[in-house]
């Protein structure tokens, strides 16, 4: 857990606050290195999982791309030190602002997701006199076994050109002379555990990539994408994933060929581990079938569990009494802010600080001023003092 200079820390710091732990991403970041970056694969960064410039630009440092899904990222990107060669922008719907933008950047990949996008991009780059490399993101039609609203490569969701358009797309490509087709992308979810579904993602990616290229296309980024899961019920024995049989998963499955090149885009298996949010219980209530412990970080810091039914880890920093059975509660009038329900933690009292755990992606980039809440300043681990 956290050493108690740690904590000591924390308790000077005004509350709720998020908490990076550095050795965390570093360590982390050395997996990627050496199982993926290392071995010629490029891995991109989806920076719509964090965006906090010190963590960017560590992972800049790392070797890693940028992922954006919108203007407000690839500028943040910018700005944090990435080259526009290392940037890619995806999106079901990208504002003419935001083609512009990676226009005038000239970005290294817009990843297209229906065919009207491609004709409003390709008239964009006409008006700028640029050429947009592009990848055409496909749904591979692959169950993720993941949450309902992070799943995202079924014929049912809204991203991605189905099987059934992408010959009439093919068709097309030749006459949208500023788009130049440099490769084939995939996102099939996140928060992914099982390994069957990449297997399967491999399956289709390979089909169609034959497919593409028996037209005549030359490919040379192949893009699975993200997705993989991290172990939010067990963060400090699994702080860091198992990237070794992930990118060997990859590295077995997709055929490339000779002029190929295999992409990733990883978001939450890249930070999740390293962030908590840091809490302090405001009141105990004990009531006739239930106990609640109300802090004072809501939903507006950490939206997951009310978004995705998503269970953090919780550990209580300040207190080894006996355990009880609590609600963890925040402070926000909606019955969906609750952090964890019935679970078995020390006795806390007023003034005892909390951790959720494994909060570093989708976490703080999510915060909200709902109830006009004021955000703390971030801490990380390098100003422990
Ligand atoms: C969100 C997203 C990612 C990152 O997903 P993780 O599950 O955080 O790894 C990658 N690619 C695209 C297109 C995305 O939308």
Redesign the pocket.
């Known amino acids: 857990m956290f050493p108690s200079e740690v904590t000591d820390f924390f308790k000077t710091q005004k509350t709720p606050f998020y908490y990076y732990d550095l050795d965390v991403l570093n360590a982390t970041l050395s997996e990627i290195k050496k199982h993926g970056i290392s071995k010629g694969f490029r891995v991109h960064f ?1 920076l ?2 964090n965006n906090q410039p010190k963590i960017l630009k560590m992972i800049k440092k790392a070797g890693m791309g940028a ?1 954006c ?1 919108s203007g407000g990222e690839i500028q943040r990107a910018i700005d944090t030190g990435f080259t526009p060669d290392e940037i890619a922008f ?2 079901v719907g990208k504002s003419d602002e935001e083609m512009e933008l990676g226009l005038q950047h000239d970005i290294f990949c817009f ?1 297209c997701e229906s065919p009207q996008e491609l004709e409003v991009l390709n008239e964009l780059a006409g008006k700028s006199e640029k050429k947009a490399r592009i990848a055409l ?1 496909l749904n591979p039609n692959v169950e993720a076994n993941t949450h309902k609203y ?1 799943t ?1 490569g079924l014929s049912e969701n809204k ?1 991605g050109i189905n099987a059934s358009d992408l010959d009439k797309v093919l068709e097309k490509l030749p006459e949208l002379e500023n788009l130049e087709l440099i490769g084939i ?1 995939f ?1 099939i ?4 555990e099982k390994f069957t579904p990449f297997e399967e993602l491999c399956r289709k990616a390979n089909a169609l990539n034959d497919h593409i290229e028996d037209k005549g296309f030359k490919l040379s980024v192949i893009n699975v ?5 991290i172990n939010y019920a067990h963060p400090n024995d699994n702080s860091v994933p198992d990237f070794e049989r992930f990118f060997g998963l990859f590295e077995k499955g997709i055929k490339l060929k000779d002029h190929q090149q295999l992409h990733f ?6 930070v999740g581990q390293c962030g908590s949010l840091i809490t302090k219980v405001l009141f105990t209530k004990y009531g006739q079938t239930k106990n609640f412990a109300i802090v004072d970080a809501g939903m507006t810091e950490l939206i997951r569990p009310a978004l995705y039914q998503a269970a953090h880890r919780i550990d209580v920093l300040t207190s080894s009494k006996a355990r009880k059975e609590y609600d963890v509660v925040g402070p926000i009038c909606e019955s969906s802010d609750t952090f964890r329900k019935d679970i078995s933690i020390p006795e806390v009292e007023r003034g005892d600080l909390i951790a959720i755990r494994s909060a570093g ?2 976490g703080e980039v999510m915060r909200s001023a709902y109830n006009l809440r004021e955000a703390n300043p971030t801490v990380y681990s390098d100003e422990v003092k």
């Open positions: 989806a719509k999982a992922d899904v995806a999106g990843n993101r992070i995202t991203f992308h996102h979810g996140s928060q992914i994408g993200g997705g993989f899961g885009e990883l978001g939450r298996s890249v992606a989708y």
